[in-house]
């Protein structure tokens, strides 16, 4: 083998496992069987449900800095979703500000749109990362916390975000 193609195959073998480090840390997958979705989670956050909620799936860090919370919406589309998502998120957060510019995404084939938002919720001044998808319904991920711990935790959400997909058949 020359030495050039042996440097190719530790690099790739060297990208492969980092590729499985993220993996592991992203180890646990979650599935929210009334939005027809999947994502994986760290497996130090932490799954809640609400009894007076039941589609409303919610997932905390260790250190409880960082919220994910994943519903179904009422909508028929991905743009009434969008339509309505201040009403929907205005019953959650007070002084709630939407950035005008959505952006377009697809994750995994699913097509949705992204935007981000403040908002304040029990006196503590919020920012939040608001992703909704098209799924059986479209399905809204929220992502909030302090601006502090939103930065501390921004690659992590991202890396979960990038994980979204349509729930496997069962």
């Known amino acids: ?3 050039r193609k042996l440097i190719v195959l530790r690099r790739s073998t060297t990208l492969l496992l980092l590729l499985l480090a993220v993996t592991a840390v992203c180890a646990r997958t979650l599935t929210h069987k009334g939005a027809g979705l999947a994502i994986d989670v760290p497996d130090t956050w932490e799954t809640k ?10 997932v905390c860090a260790p250190d409880n800095e960082i919220v994910l919370q994943i519903w179904p919406t009422e909508a028929e589309d991905l ?6 998502i201040k009403e929907e998120l205005g019953e959650q957060f007070e002084e709630l500000e939407l950035g005008e510019e959505v952006k377009e995404v697809e994750i995994n084939g699913l097509k949705g749109a992204v935007l981000h938002g403040e908002g304040v919720s029990d006196g503590v001044k919020l920012k939040m990362l608001v992703a909704v998808m098209e799924a059986d319904k479209p399905v809204i991920f929220l992502g909030f916390g ?4 939103a930065e501390k935790h921004n690659e992590e959400l991202g890396k979960m975000t990038g994980t979204i997909r349509k729930a496997p058949a069962e």
């Open 49 to 58: 449900t609400d009894e007076d909620k039941p589609d409303l799936l919610t």
């Open 79 to 84: 743009d009434a979703a969008l339509e309505g």
């Open 1 to 3: 083998m020359t030495e």
């Open 146 to 149: 302090t601006p502090e711990n």
